[in-house]
């Protein structure tokens, strides 16, 4: 072998070695440290990325104290005869302590990034154990930045001097690495040997990385979407499959929740109970109420502080006895917020990732195409995610959910990214499937319009409380209390107090208001819907009185009248009321002159003790 190319051989071994165990070290450190929350966290991580910031002849020397002749390591190797100093193995070892850091720092963060989310947590609601989540999920997403690591760690195993020089010398054709070889050609003169060197240390890490990278653009643009039932996307074998292996049911179809999980904000602390016939439960509250919050343990993905989560008979969490099923354990379908689709399995992929891989591939590829059919993305089962609009990943997502067929659908907010139109088109398709579905299902939404057409049961949630529970007709009719009522639309409040057995005083309208039925004690609150308030032709009536108009907005299907209770012109906003009227009824109202004559119905006016 020329002289000129043995640095050059030594050095690609070297390289190539180093990085492959650089490589697997790298990211099962990284890995244990995304994962690891102790105190000594940064201590631990200090250590690791210590050749990263130390001269890498100090490097040099700390390797050659323990693996020389009087060094702890080497003493041992001494007694079965080895040597590892000033041989190959040692160019190897210094080749790998100082690119481990490159490696270790670059596959941390994109363990981290890959973490960011709910990916992983769906993954594990469609049944993926933590093994082929990390295999199929958290390396994929990370590739990028292994790559890149990658790249670093054999560029600096390529190019490393300082400790490789102490701990395996300048042996020719044995540890002499061309960075060694450049330093000893530049210091004896031979400037074109050192320059043919460089050359080529150049070349070899210009033609890696270029490689690298046209590898990496070709899978992730010529692979894509190749798979056409998206059988790739199976989680565990067998895992998934509750209809196959019939133990849907454990007995009676039901989920009895009586937990208290402390958050930043608030307490959550809920207790209801549900069976099949109460089924799609509506759940509708505020944002940051904690309803995200409630399915995420009833899924598993959240453990609460106490409490007891049963469903179907089977106890999926119970603080007494030490019970915490795995989300996996559970069989739940979770639609998440930000729809959690694997960006890098296409649309096939997806909705195969939770079915169960007892099926054949012909009736997974079926079934992957009738649930594409329904939500409107019939022959897209090969499309990227990344290529997607809002509205089509939300639809996939609930492809998905549907496809795994779970003994419990979760949906937050499913349709809050779709038009009208679709809309529509999908609560029908969800009304068909949930009525032939023998599971329970939950339904987070804002739109009560949503809610009412799906849900026979409502529960109100208000900072980590259940404010209300009951059949949608009474709650959205007759509110329980103010919370509830202002949470569902209601917009007509006053203070009042009772002024007679049958008689209140609406304190912020001056009104006197005649009550039908009986008047709670401690009165602090009335309230009365948009839609009850009524328009008269004169105030001869009970419970009638002369407003202006102040303000209107015109709707598709209707009008808000914003109504003033007196002429003041410093009258607040606050003393406003709001009717909904509907198109024809505003085109009569315009005609006349105020002041309007509005009655308050006296069977219609909900009051609420304090």
Sequence with gaps: MDSIFSPVWISLKTAVTATTITFGIGILTAWWMANYQGTAKGLIDGILTAPLVLPPTVVGFLLLLALGKNGLIGKLLNLVGMRIIFTWYATVIA??????????????????????????????????????????????????????????????????????????????DRTQTIPIAIFFAAESGAMDRALGLVIILLSISLSVMVAVNYWQNRRDWGIRGQGDTGIRGYGDKGIRGY???????????????????????????????????????????????????????????????????????????????????????????????????????????NIAFGMSAKKFPLAVKQEINKQLQQVSLAGMGKAAIPRLSGGELQRVALARVLASQPVITMLDEPFSALDTNLTAKLIKLLQKRITSYDGLTLYITHDLSQAYQLCPQLLIIDCGKAIAFGKKQEIIY???????????????????????????????????????????????????????????????????????????TELPDSIILYLKLDLDPNNSPDDRLEVKVSLNRWQQLKSLTCPYYIQLPSDRIIMFSS
Excluded at 500 to 510: E, N, S, V
Excluded at 514 to 543: H, M, Q
Aim: charged residues 15%; hydrophobic residues 45%.
């Design 95 to 172: 080749a790998v302590v100082v690119s481990f850091p490159l490696m270790y720092k670059a596959a941390l963060a994109a363990f981290q990034q890959s973490k960011k989310g709910n990916l992983i947590a769906c993954a594990r609601t469609l049944g993926a154990s933590e093994t082929t989540i990390f295999w199929r999920i958290i390396i994929p997403l990370a590739k990028p930045g292994l790559i890149a690591g990658i790249l670093l760690a054999f560029a600096r195993a390529l190019g490393e001097f300082g400790a490789t020089l102490i701990l395996a010398g300048s042996i020719p």
């Design 243 to 349: 209809g196959d292996t019939g133990t849907r049911g454990y007995g009676e179809i039901c989920l009895e929740i009586d937990i208290q999980k402390q958050l930043p904000e608030f307490l959550l602390d809920i207790a209801f109970k549900i069976d099949f016939q109460q089924t799609p439960l509506g759940i509708l509250g505020s944002s940051g109420a904690g309803k995200s919050s409630l399915l995420k343990c009833i899924a598993g993905l959240e453990t609460p502080d106490c409490g007891k989560i049963v469903l179907n008979g089977k106890v999926l969490f119970d603080s007494a006895t030490g019970i915490n099923l795995t989300p996996q354990e559970r069989y739940v379908g979770l639609l998440f917020q930000d729809y959690a689709l694997f960006p890098h399995l296409n649309v096939a992929e």
């Design 478 to 552: 007759n509110p329980p209390n103010l919370l509830a009522a202002q949470i569902i639309g209601w917009n007509n409040f006053s203070a009042a107090k009772q002024i007679a057995p049958q008689t209140i005083k609406a304190l912020d309208w001056q009104w006197d208001l005649e009550i039908d039925g009986r008047i709670p004690d401690n009165l602090n609150k009335i309230a009365i819907s948009s839609y009850e308030i009524t328009f008269v032709e004169s105030d001869r009536g009970t419970n009638t009185f002369p407003a202006w108009l102040a303000d209107y």
